[in-house]
């Protein structure tokens, strides 16, 4: 039997009535609002609330989104407009309740809380030490769930904690160095400025300000990333549970301290099989640095033996050192024809530069054709893209652009990586980076070719627009055949185009096409599945199956679960985990058999997965299945990632067309047939 736990804990609400007081402005800054009409429509069926119900009338408009928020609490009444009694129970209020019950037992214990967070109910910072000068929190994620389970015919009531950040600060900072949608620390409360400079005395010189990227680059402030992380989690949520609800002394409210424990039915795993991969000389292997060691690339481009590698460097010092690691290896890397079968040939243009920021111009001059055919650009800079500067980030898109706009790959290196005692560490993940460019299959899957089309869709968000972009997968070997992008502001029609093509594209290559199942970056609208369903049966006159299945495409331990039967607790790789009939957790790692012989030194989170399936075609163990196999074919480097490359690299595609000139990707092969992007 297995015995893992999920981070969430146990309810009990006593069934009483409590009196609500309404507001029409927010006085805490932390209580929840509601338009007048959803709140008349959540008070209709409660007793003793005509008068509320009546006062709601003059508020009402019709355009919901004109009509100011109402705002109500269970505690504060000073100031308020209207009352009403509601029971604890009451479905539409019980959350809220909860909510502003916990959030009022940490802002009494003096903690800080950020009651506004996209991904989750609220945040708590806890004071963890000093760093750098600087005093350090860690933040915990709190998500409310309140359901009834249809088997058991239960109401289920549960807290989930979770670790946000370990190294979060809140350094002083001037107004002047403010804009309104920093977030600043105002009586305890983290909230964007905009909402609260009004109410801050105009004497107060500076202010705590929450540490975004900017501010840590200026103050030196970099995160350090746990590559180990499922103990520490386990014991630092054990430990704040324990110290903040022992003491909660609440006649509605009771919490149990202990992990949700789940039951045997809950707990599924993938096929074993699904963990291997094909390398060359069609020999399998679960691990692609063991793979590709004995075995080598699953398959070579056609006209490899022609490519010719195009340097563009800032020196002779590292493009020589670089060249000489891939035409005769280093250390335990033999050379990129012997581990990829990419010929080491320089070619004939060579691009020096003295100013990276002004090399975007150097390669319009030096590359005047409009296309160049067996060319990969090997791009040395004198940064990384977490370290750049804005004006290198605009620069590094740029040229990236330009080289692909001229049906040139690119592979970028940072300069001082070169001169590493470690980089032979490096050089195979830049090889396998450049083959999948170049249009080679390093590694594929194992399973039997199947007559379904899978498209992944992602979102990437600017700040000024939004971009989707999409990788379509047209087999088993997890070959990208097309990608495209678009605005979100057309996302309706650009999807269900997108759709279309791939369709058109799939029949043209396998004659007919027997089901679709779509990767998505959020819950689906009704417009998109009815958009979709039309246009099949409109245009392309096909009477298909299709599912949606929504991947949270953010590394994220809102729900996280614990092996207690293994030291480090990370459950084993494939565990996927029911928590509701459509909603699962799918764990993807490198834990690969019970009691792993190796150790493993990076852990994942878990990826969390709903399947919107309303005819009921498809199983979805199968699925489930499939999107774990798809996590195999990241072809970045070596280190697989917990989610599947549909929408890993569609959400890829569509932050680079966002910084792109006319935010449209190129028309040539180089752009739409190969991974680029990686």
């Known amino acids: 039997m297995a015995n893992i736990v999920i981070n969430r804990f146990a309810l009990d ?17 932390y209580l929840k609002g509601k338009k007048p009409t959803y709140l008349h429509e959540d008070l209709e069926r409660t007793e003793n609330a005509k008068d509320i119900i009546d006062w709601l009338k003059d508020f009402r408009e019709e355009e919901i989104g004109n009509e100011p928020s109402i705002y109500f609490s269970f505690y504060e009444s000073v100031g308020s407009e209207k009352k009403a009694v509601i029971n604890t129970y009451n479905q539409k209020f019980k959350k809220l309740f909860i909510r502003e019950t916990l959030l009022r037992l940490f802002l009494n214990k003096d903690l800080f809380i950020e009651p506004y967070k996209e991904g989750c109910d609220f945040c708590v910072y806890q004071k963890a030490g000093t760093e750098n000068d600087f005093d350090k929190y860690i933040r915990y994620d709190f998500v409310i769930y309140c359901y009834y ?9 549960e807290l989930s904690i979770s670790i946000g950040s370990e190294d979060t600060y809140f350094p002083k900072r001037n107004k002047a160095e403010l804009t309104d949608h920093h977030k600043v620390l105002h009586q305890n409360l983290l909230l964007r400025y905009e909402e609260v400079k009004s109410d801050i005395d105009g004497s107060q010189a500076q202010i705590s300000a929450k540490a975004d990227f900017e501010i840590r680059k200026k103050l030196g402030i970099f995160p350090k990333p746990h590559f180990q992380f499922y103990k520490r989690n386990y014991d630092l949520i054990d430990k704040f549970v324990k110290e903040s609800f022992s003491s909660l002394d609440n006649e509605y409210l009771k919490i149990y301290i202990p ?10 795993y993938v096929s074993f099989e699904s963990n291997k991969m094909i390398f060359g000389n069609n020999q399998t292997d679960s691990n692609p640095i063991n793979g590709m060691r004995d075995h080598g690339q699953h398959k070579k481009p056609e006209n490899i033996g022609n490519t010719k590698l195009l340097f563009i460097y800032p020196d002779s ?20 024809e012997s581990y990829v079968g990419i010929p080491a040939q320089p070619a004939e243009i060579k691009i020096k530069y003295d100013d990276f920021i002004v090399l975007p111009q150097k390669l319009e001059s030096e590359l005047p054709e409009s296309s160049y055919e067996n060319l990969i650009a090997i791009c040395i800079m004198p940064f990384n893209k977490q370290n ?28 001082g990586k070169i001169f590493l005692e470690n980089f032979h560490y490096y050089l195979p993940n830049i090889s396998i980076a450049m083959l999948a460019k170049l249009g080679g299959v390093p590694w594929k899957l194992p399973t039997d070719k199947y007559n379904q089309l899978i498209i992944g869709f992602n979102i990437f968000r600017s700040k000024v627009n939004s ?18 992008s678009f605005e979100e502001k057309n996302s309706v029609r650009e999807i269900t185009q997108s759709v279309r093509n791939s369709i058109s594209n799939y029949i043209e290559l396998n004659q007919s096409c027997d089901s679709l199942v779509i990767h998505y970056f959020k819950p689906p609208s009704g417009e998109e599945r009815i958009s979709i369903e039309k246009m099949l049966s409109t245009e392309l006159n096909l009477k298909i199956p299709i599912v949606f299945v929504e991947v949270n495409d953010v590394k994220t331990s809102t729900d996280i679960c614990f092996d207690l039967g293994y030291d480090l607790l990370m459950p ?31 852990e994942e989170y878990p990826v969390k997965i709903k399947i919107y399936d309303p005819s009921g075609s498809f199983p979805h163990d199968m699925l489930i299945d499939q999107i774990y196999e798809f996590s195999r074919l990241y072809w970045k480097g070596l280190k697989q990632k917990a989610q599947p490359v549909t929408t890993l690299y569609s959400k890829m595609i569509a932050e680079y067309v966002s910084h792109f000139e006319d935010n449209q990707i190129p028309d040539n092969n180089t752009a739409h047939r190969t991974i680029w992007f990686v």
Do not use: C, M
């Open 388 to 415: 750049a500067t804005a004006e290198q980030s605009s620069a590094y898109f740029k040229i990236k652009e330009i080289l692909l706009k001229k049906n040139i790959a690119s592979q970028f290196l940072e300069r």
């Open 259 to 268: 992990f949700k424990k789940l039951d045997d039915s809950q707990i599924k």
């Open 317 to 336: 010092e590292s493009a020589n050192k670089l060249f000489t690691y891939f035409s005769r290896g280093y250390r335990h890397f033999p050379g990129l």
């Open 467 to 484: 971009f989707i972009g999409s990788a379509i997968y047209f087999d088993n070997e997890g070959l990208l055949k097309r990608i495209d």
């Open 149 to 157: 389970d249809k088997s058991s015919k239960r109401h289920f009531n």
């Open 572 to 602: 084993r790789s494939g565990t996927y985990i029911g928590l509701k009939p459509n909603e699962y957790l799918l764990f993807n790692n490198l834990r690969y058999w019970e009691k792993p012989v190796n150790p493993i030194r990076q």
């Open 13 to 29: 609400i006593a069934k009483k009535d409590i009196e609500v007081s309404f507001f029409r402005g927010n006085y805490t800054h």
